[in-house]
């Protein structure tokens, strides 16, 4: 789940976020890009935060990124040094197949 100011929203695929409609996640701010960043969440539950070539930066934990980076369970993501956002595995567990019992 990408937890923001005290909201919840289930994580599948590609998660963009940024100024513009088309995004998953709208912000409306002039600080952050019509296209800011993508959360990508792989089938092994792996979690990686990616910067759209924004103007004034995705930061995780507090550095800003420039290339992909690996985006850790409770590790927070801040876009345009102003909206946090953070990760939490539970609600996004899928449950386990035939397969992987």
């Given at each position: ?16 976020i940024?100024?513009a ?81």
């Amino acid at each position: 789940m990408l937890e923001h100011a005290g909201e919840q929203r289930r994580l599948e695929g590609n998660c963009s976020i940024g100024r513009a409609g088309l995004n998953t996640i709208v912000v409306d701010s002039p600080k952050v890009s019509r296209l800011h960043s993508i959360i990508h969440l792989e089938e092994n539950g792996a979690f990686w935060l990616i910067d759209l070539g924004s103007n004034n930066g995705t930061f995780h934990n507090r550095r800003r990124i420039h290339d992909p980076s690996d985006f850790v369970i409770g590790m927070r993501l801040i876009l345009a040094a102003q909206h946090s956002y953070s990760i939490s595995r539970a609600a996004n567990r899928r449950p386990k197949s035939k397969v992987d019992r």
